[in-house]
């Protein structure tokens, strides 16, 4: 029979081949049969699926389950209407809507509100009306005026990690100048999430320890996070929109490393700022944006859509413009710019990886970017990155905890 995920087996289950870690170490032998901490085991080594000799017990689960859960059926509908636009058929985005499914059970409330903006002062905002709040794409990038501003310390770290003879003391010089990002840092090489024995106390041997490009990257990913701060929105929840691309990042590195794509830093970064084009028309445009979200909430658009309908260009070309400005490496702005059409990109591998990891935070609901219902799968993109699609909830379980630990040291 066909390979099963591990978090569909269950003990009792007969291993049909010798199941080996990355490294060819056989972890389990062929005729072993599943005990519970095997499962653990086969997670920490990173096995995510394994051919066994019969899936008598899954059924089984997956019946008992259903039946004495009576959350289901409101559970169902629910994740049933965020899916409606997207092809349940198809094997990942299968494994998304079970994992949603099995959430939307756990939690008997919605957090649906916490996203939704407050309008009751605007009701009668005309959003087709060109006479409130327009600009066309070139005004909202050449006006600096009210254009979120990309901190110094992003372009002075681009520029050391793009040279390949700097070392980590160039690195730990910037980083020291900033006192935030210096407290951040030393914050994250002592935390949990590294597990350092000894206490790391400054900012040269944090560098050493993790590597120039691994920290100048997170440093990178810091420094992004305020301009996120800078921005205020009185009808949506900025926080909401920041843990949203926090996640992307985090996602994205994970997918990159299992997809072997290099450079799993850049990609971290890239994912951060796939949406800063929402945060420049945010920006301009506040209450524009906000009613661009009702209309998303109450027309089942997506977001892109409703850009498109209301302001004439999408948060994409917004933020191509805005790291092209600026200066970033064209990985970012080609991916800001790509990242719901990977097809288009000149990076498919990184654009691809990014997107799967958008529509994976976005099914599996961690912030928010405004979007109402899960963004399809562009399948394009299924097919370069060549997963199975049992890897996704081992994605997504390694994503939950790395989100934890990353927000207990930047929040
Ligand atoms: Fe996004
Ligand atoms: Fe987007």
């Known amino acids: 029979m066909a390979k099963i995920a591990v978090a569909e087996l269950v ?16 972890l389990l032998n062929q005729g072993a049969v599943i005990e519970s901490h095997h499962l653990r085991i086969l997670k920490m080594w990173g096995v995510y699926e394994v051919d066994i000799t019969s899936n ?25 209407s965020r899916f409606s636009r997207s092809n349940t058929s198809h094997p990942c985005v299968s494994q998304l809507y079970k994992i949603a499914l099995s959430k939307a059970m756990e939690s008997s409330l919605s957090n649906l509100n916490d996203i939704i903006p407050d309008f009751s002062q605007h009701e ?5 009306s060109g006479s409130n709040e327009f600009l066309t794409l ?77 920290l100048g990257m997170l440093a990178l990913g810091l420094s992004v996070v305020k301009i996120f701060n800078e921005v205020e929105s009185q009808y949506l929840n900025i926080k909401k929109m920041w843990q949203h691309s926090l996640g992307v990042g985090i996602c994205s590195k994970i997918i990159a490393r299992m997809a072997d794509c290099q450079d799993y830093n850049k990609i971290f970064v890239a994912g951060m700022i796939h949406d800063i084009g929402k945060l420049v028309i945010l920006k301009k445009i506040p209450l524009k944006t906000a009613l661009i979200i009702k ?3 109450e027309k089942d658009l997506f977001v892109l859509e409703a850009e498109e309908k209301y302001l004439g260009f ?3 070309q917004a933020g191509e413009k805005f790291c092209t400005k600026f200066k970033m490496p064209d990985i970012f702005a080609d991916i800001a710019r790509n990242h719901h059409n990977p097809q288009n990109s000149q ?7 990014v997107h799967l990891a958008e529509v994976i935070v976005n099914a599996v609901e961690i912030g928010s970017s405004g979007e109402k219902l899960v963004l399809p799968l562009n399948e394009y993109c299924w097919e ?24 207990e040291f930047l929040s």
Request: with cysteine; net charge negative; hydrophobic share 40%.
């Open 295 to 297: 209309e998303v909430w």
């Open 384 to 407: 370069i990155l060549s997963l199975s699609s049992n890897a996704i909830p081992v994605i997504v379980k390694q994503l939950q905890v790395e989100m934890q630990t990353s927000l």
């Open 124 to 128: 009668d905002y005309d959003l087709s």
């Open 56 to 80: 008598e017990a899954v059924t089984l689960k997956q019946g008992e389950n259903a039946g004495e859960n009576s959350n289901y059926d409101s559970a169902a509908e629910q994740v049933n």
């Open 11 to 26: 003990p009792g289950m007969i291993v049909k081949y010798d199941i080996e870690d990355r490294n060819g170490r056989v």
């Open 347 to 353: 990076f498919p591998l990184q654009c691809s990886v």
């Open 138 to 214: 070139e005004d909202l990038i050449n006006e600096d005026d009210k254009l979120p501003v990309l901190p110094d310390i992003f372009s002075k770290l681009m520029e050391v990690l793009e040279n390949p003879r700097s070392n980590a003391l160039d690195i730990a010089k910037i980083i020291e100048k900033d006192q935030s990002l210096c407290a951040a840092t030393l914050k994250l090489v002592n935390s949990s999430f590294y597990g350092f024995s000894k206490k790391i106390d400054n900012i040269y041997n944090s560098v050493v320890i993790l590597g120039t490009k691994q």
């Open 314 to 316: 999408t948060h994409c």
